[in-house]
């Protein structure tokens, strides 16, 4: 990764990134709090409210307000300093990582949330290896300084031992707990100090000349100032300077330590994004790289969101857009059915509020509210018939079969399965033989989604129940030997909502048989998304 010094100015002050954090790190309270330094909403408290009201602006569903998990990815774009950033969120569950992988198909970078108290959770180690695999520049920010954490070198080992990845401080904390009272900004050599009197306002920041300068006594307590000497003399010592090139290349991470409730640290965890963080960076296809800068727009949809407003049954498709400048209105070619598509009520996302999009930079994420035409994985461009790679579908781990508790009802439930299916959010898959449907999922949680989103959303109250199933794999080979495969295995067979064919079975054993007595089939446990 690197960055581009061509880029127009429009697309180079862009930055794309998502949040990854274990749940209760604090990925709500620090995303409201850039929000709120963004201009995007006028009081903390909007994105999280307490008690009754507590739900996040990002969340649009009724069942997650409920639950207070934030099930559903969304994007956000507002503006700081010169730069414009389009926060994704993603959910934190491990239930939902198949919408987080695919989430994070479409940042540049991301900011790794990690409680100061905790350090490295399970949910930030998977969360950080997907990163890995995209080397995904990461920044660290370890929250709830306020609250007694562990020692700062004992958590900067800890990353740096867990998770494999050089960890540069590009802040210091000044005490803990009871005790903290700021941060040196190793970067800036400046002074931070928290207002514990008012949570929403912003720490006065003064500027040192250096660890020297007698203006630091005038605002830390001798003890303090002692120990934060000495802990950055050895920092510096021990500790790998910021590195920019390193970073943008995903194998350094700054951590700057702060408390997002207090907005303490954000916005100079906000700077660093914008001073550190990478431009748009150009999108793998088939054929060729697709640099932002080129002219022509193009466009991956990473995310599929139905019903995202009860009242208007529409559905939005996420587009991360790869390159050019795009205007509303614009005729896009939709590659995957060849069809001219005019894009005239794209939207931005400005937290709850959609806005419509007059315009938007490689690097921006618009919406799409379309009737299903649009799916996971398609491009839209000026033409070209590019193929986006990279967008992973995931294997259904479990399987369970669903109807609806009135039978009057079945055909709508085919179509509220359907319209899942095509978002994204389940596998489901018609068998051959017999009534029903069953539906794979990556977690369990998933079907209770599901449940609550039929009920909620098409008004069809639906029971899961375990299937005789446990195991799907797509079937695929030469038409020939596909249908005749078909026919003699008619009870093992269903469609999925493409109409490809998919093989159950409960025995890997039968899986193992099927691929030694047909070697001209592949069975395969995802189907490229693409
Ligand atoms: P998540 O989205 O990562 O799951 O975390 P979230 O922001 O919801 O934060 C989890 C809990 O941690 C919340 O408390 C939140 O108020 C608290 N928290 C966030 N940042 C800080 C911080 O800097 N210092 C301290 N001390 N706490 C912090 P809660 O009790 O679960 O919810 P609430 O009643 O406060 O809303």
Known sequence: MTNRPQLPPEIARRRTFAIIAHPDAGKTTLTEKFLLFGGAIQMAGQVRAKGEARRTRSDFMKMEQDRGISVSASAMSFDFDRYRFNLVDTPGHSDFSEDTYRTLTAVDAAIMVIDGAKGVESQTRKLFEVCRMRDLPILTFCNKMDRESRDTFEIIDEIQENLAIDVAPASWPIGSGRDFVGCYDLLHDRLELMDRADRNRVAESIKISGLDDPKLSKHIPADQLEKLREEIEMARELLPAFDRKAFLEGHMTPIWFGSAINSFGVKELMVGIGEFGPQPQ???SADREIAPEEKPVTGFVFKVQANMDPKHRDRVAFVRLASGHFERGMKLTHVRSKKPMAVSNPVLFLAADRELAEEAWAGDIIGIPNHGQLRIGDALTEGEALRFTGIPSFAPELLQSVRATDPMKAKHLEK??????????????KPMIGSGFIVGVVGALQFEVLASRIEIEYGIPVRFEASQFTSARW?????????????????????????????????QWDIDRVGRDHPELRLTATKEMM
Do not use: S
């Not at 359907?418 to 389940?426: C, H, L, S, T």
């Not at 005749?484 to 998919?502: E, L, R, S, T």
């Open 282 to 284: 150009p999108q793998n």
């Open 416 to 429: 509220a399965l359907m319209q899942f299916a095509e978002e994204g959010a389940a596998k489901v898959f």
């Open 475 to 507: 079937v695929a080979g030469p038409k020939d030997k596909v249908d005749a495969f078909v026919q003699a295995n008619k009870g093992h067979i269903a469609q999925d909502h493409d109409g490809d064919m998919v093989y159950l079975t409960r025995l």
